[in-house]
């Protein structure tokens, strides 16, 4: 998980531009974050651990002059924690400066490693330096030919976005397992994002997802594209839809929003139960507690009202600092709860930590019965494509079943979504999207290679 912008457009502040795109992606990552600029000679670089806001001030955006932005909002998969795997990355090439921001996991990482030059000097411990390097040091006459090279031998997740200093880049694994789009930026230039929101966010006008296997590069010349990776199985990660990408953002040509609300009906007529009200644990589930209540003829009402200002607990990078946020993060709205039978829909079950404290909370708030919905199917399998789960014995699905896992929670009952009622909902078939964590059938990419679990953390 991982948000990636890129920004060309020349007379425009671009790192300002960037700056506020990221913003809109910052709940994709909040370990560090950065912005390069380049103005048609070098490129200068400013990341750092922490928030956006935390990094980026007027000083900082004032000196990163150019016309061409990458930027990145990362959450560690591979490659720890620390401010060398923060990025963009910078790589200063024979032929010029070169900066990159991935989004995503390599699966061969190993292997791309053994085709560096002997002399090659690794400074993070990420897959994206790899794919950095690899690429630089591709054949080929220009940074397309050489991408191109890449995108040949590079296997699993990497929407990406790189630049020299006078051109910019874009492009998409042959899998498309995470999102990339790009749109117009209304005063001349193009912008590319990792969701949707980001271009709304900077007032550019959204024109299309990348495809798979796609790259794109903007120029003086103008923008050009090209196909350059034979199509592979579509592996579209499921969990963009149920939890990491913005609902204001689109997916597919699909609003978010309207896909979790579907998620939320299609949960109520699988698993309907007499109720007094609805309500979601915020934010990501609230369009599927709308959507429950809807289908159910409830009243959906607001439990839980969250401080916005303790990241999200799935996505702090341990068990410690989870447990803090999860006890700090919310508080109920008694008038809401006491002496109701309550409908509390979330988006998923990841080790269960989370859950048994909210139905506490609810409880101790009066509520007179606690039903759990989930609008996901149960994670059995972690994820070696870019999403730092769990591993297989922290998945509490993984060892328990559905009902051991409600009394673990202390719910009156509780209710997965189908796999088939999630792919109704989002319009999908089989086989055309990533359930990889779901169902333990993983996309080409990764069945390809079993080592990858052992390089993805
Ligand atoms: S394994 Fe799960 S989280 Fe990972 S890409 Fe597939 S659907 Fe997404």
Not at 65 to 73: D, E, K, L, M, P
Not at 373 to 398: K, N, Q
Request: glycine fraction near 10%; hydrophobic fraction near 40%.
């Amino acid at each position: 998980m991982c948000g990636v912008v890129g920004v060309y457009a020349p007379g425009h502040d671009v790192a300002r531009l960037a700056f506020f795109a990221l913003y809109a992606l910052q709940h994709r990552g909040q370990e560090s974050a950065g912005i390069a600029v380049a103005d048609g000679a070098t490129i200068v670089c400013h990341r750092d651990m922490g928030l956006l806001s935390g990094i980026f001030d007027e000083d900082v955006l004032t000196r990163l002059r150019g016309y061409i932005a990458v930027g990145h909002t990362r959450y560690s998969t591979t490659g720890s924690s620390v401010v060398v795997n923060a990025q963009p990355l910078l790589e200063r090439a024979a032929f010029g400066d070169v900066t990159l921001a991935h989004n995503g996991n390599l699966t061969n990482t190993d292997d791309l490693r053994g085709t560096l030059s002997a002399a090659t000097v690794l400074q993070a411990t990420s897959d994206s330096e790899v794919l950095a390097k690899a690429i630089v040091q591709a054949p080929g006459d220009d940074l397309v030919a050489k991408i191109r090279y890449t995108m040949g031998r590079a296997e699993g997740a990497y929407s990406s976005v790189m630049s020299t200093e006078k051109a910019l880049f874009a492009f998409r694994d042959p899998w498309g397992v995470r999102p990339l789009c790009y749109g117009r930026n209304p005063g001349g230039g193009y912008v590319f994002a990792s969701e949707s929101c980001a271009l709304a966010t900077i007032g550019a006008h959204f024109i299309r997802e990348l495809e798979p296997g796609e790259i794109m590069w903007v120029d003086g010349d103008g923008l050009h594209c090209e196909k350059i990776a034979q199509p592979k199985p579509q592996a579209l990660c499921m969990f963009e839809y149920i939890y990491f990408a913005r609902p204001d953002s689109l997916l597919d040509n699909r609003s978010i929003y309207m896909a979790r609300l579907e998620m939320g009906r299609q949960l109520a007529r699988e698993y309907p139960v007499d109720a007094d009200v609805v309500m979601a644990v915020p934010d990501s589930a609230i369009p599927g507690g709308i959507g429950y209540a809807e289908e159910a003829r409830l009243p959906y009402v607001e439990g839980l009202i969250k401080n916005r200002y303790i990241g999200r607990t799935f996505i702090s990078p341990d068990q410690g600092m989870r447990n803090r946020g999860v006890q700090l993060k919310f508080n109920p709205i008694v008038e809401n709860l006491k002496g109701r039978r309550v409908v509390v829909v979330d988006d998923s079950i990841v080790r269960g930590t989370t859950t048994p404290r909210i139905v506490k909370l609810l409880r101790d708030a009066g509520a007179r019965e606690i039903h759990v919905r989930i609008t996901s199917p149960p994670i059995i399998d972690p994820c070696y494509l870019g999403v730092d789960m769990a591993t297989h014995e922290e998945l509490i699905a993984a060892n328990f079943t559905v009902d051991e896992i409600r009394e673990k929670i202390g719910a009156d009952t509780l209710g997965y979504l189908s796999k088939e009622g999630l792919l109704t909902a989002v319009k999908r078939k089989r086989g055309e999207m990533c359930l990889g964590c779901l169902t333990g059938e993983y996309p080409e990419t990764y069945v390809a290679r079993p080592s990858a679990a052992m390089t993805a953390r």
